[in-house]
């Protein structure tokens, strides 16, 4: 529901662990669990080690959960943006030429400053 503080409604959610963490899982399930519940997510950028979770190089282990297909599919039915902190994607290889996975991409942290700027909550999974 849309408020003074949060004009939108919207969240923008920052995600900080690593694709094969514990925290990634729950970092999705959480998002999965907030659209579900109706609250829209604005953008879902992904910092640090979670940069790798947009890699198209990313290959889950062996009986471990997707979470690229997962969090590629959250997103296509919520209809939000996979953003990655361009800064970390290079630390890993992932820049716009080589290694970004189909239907995500590189942008800057003014993603989360202009959510922060404008009253857009903001959540760090």
Request: aromatic share 6%.
């Amino acid at each position: 529901m849309p408020t003074r503080v949060n004009p939108s409604g919207r969240v923008t959610v920052i995600v900080d662990a690593p694709p094969f963490s514990e925290r990634a899982g729950e970092a999705l399930d959480i998002a999965a669990a907030m659209t579900a519940a109706g609250t829209g997510i604005r953008a879902a950028f992904f910092i640090g080690g979670a940069v790798l979770t947009g890699a198209s190089f990313l290959s889950p282990p062996g009986g471990g959960p997707d979470l690229q297909r997962a969090w590629t599919e959250l997103s296509g039915k919520a209809g939000f943006p996979l953003l990655l902190c361009p800064t970390a994607a290079e630390q890993y290889g992932i820049t716009g030429d080589h290694g970004l996975q189909d239907g995500w991409q590189l942008s800057s942290l003014s993603v989360p400053g202009e959510s922060l700027s404008l009253g857009v909550r903001t959540v760090i999974l």
